[in-house]
């Protein structure tokens, strides 16, 4: 089965400007996740969305970061403005059986200059 | 809130065994997984156990679970190149719904 696609895999900007980024999770899979991942970290849940409803956004940096999963499928993740301290990779991840089965994309690594 | 501590680094020979070693705080845990991530890849499920186990072995990973000291520990047996990466040790969060990381352990295997 294909994987959970994401995009881009690289960005690089300058801060106080915008990006977002995109995922496509598997197919069929109702629950999607976005994790950002600080160098020599692990990654930290942002959000997650069962179908297109939030299920838990308590990470989410709201002044800054928003996140939609419009008809419960693909998913963006905007950060306005950017700041030097987001610098990180993005990841999504998507469950169609609860956490155990969650799958991992490859991720967007978001360089902020 | 849970918190989940894993040391940093460790470094074997090819050939030899590794242990990774991971501690976590929350005792109402029911699963307890090991990520493992490949540079430039995302994070890939290797096991995970149910908290009613001592221990679950899968070929060459084996994985030990102190419930009492909320110790948790995965094995790898006859460690080769391929298996040089960071692992992640992840809990539940307390809803049970996500997944909360250890800041990894960096396995580096040499010939």
Redesign the interface.
């Known amino acids: 089965e294909a994987g959970?696609a994401q995009s881009p895999r690289y960005k690089i900007i300058e801060k106080r400007q915008s990006v977002a980024f995109w995922c496509n999770p598997i197919s069929g899979h109702a629950?999607l996740?976005w994790y950002q991942q600080i160098l020599?970290?692990?990654?930290?849940?942002l959000i997650?969305f069962q179908n297109n409803g939030v299920?838990?956004d308590s990470q989410l940096p709201k002044d800054r970061f928003s996140a939609e999963r419009l008809k419960g499928v693909d998913s963006t993740l905007k950060i306005q403005p950017a700041k030097l301290e987001d610098s990180a990779v993005y990841?999504c991840?998507s469950s169609g059986k609860g956490?155990?089965?969650?799958?991992?994309?490859?991720?967007t690594r978001l360089t902020v200059v | 809130g849970e918190d989940?501590e894993q040391s940093l680094f460790l470094s074997v020979r090819e050939g030899d065994s590794s242990v990774i070693n991971c501690t976590y705080t929350d005792s109402s845990s029911t699963?307890l997984?090991w990520y493992k991530q490949e540079p430039?890849?995302?994070?890939?499920?290797l096991t995970?156990i149910f908290s009613n186990m001592d221990m679950k072995q899968d070929q060459r990973l084996t994985v030990l679970l102190n419930k009492k000291d909320k110790h948790l520990s995965l094995r790898i047996a006859d460690t080769q190149t391929g298996d040089s990466a960071i692992y992640?040790c992840?809990d539940?969060?307390q809803?049970?719904?996500?997944?909360?990381?250890?800041?990894?352990t960096t396995l580096s295997v040499s010939s």
């Open positions: 959970v629950t996740y020599g970290q692990g990654p930290k849940l997650q299920v838990d990841l991840a956490v155990t089965e969650a799958f991992f994309g490859q991720g | 989940v699963y997984y430039g890849a995302g994070l890939q499920l995970y992640f992840a539940l969060n809803a049970g719904t996500a997944l909360i990381f250890g800041k990894g």
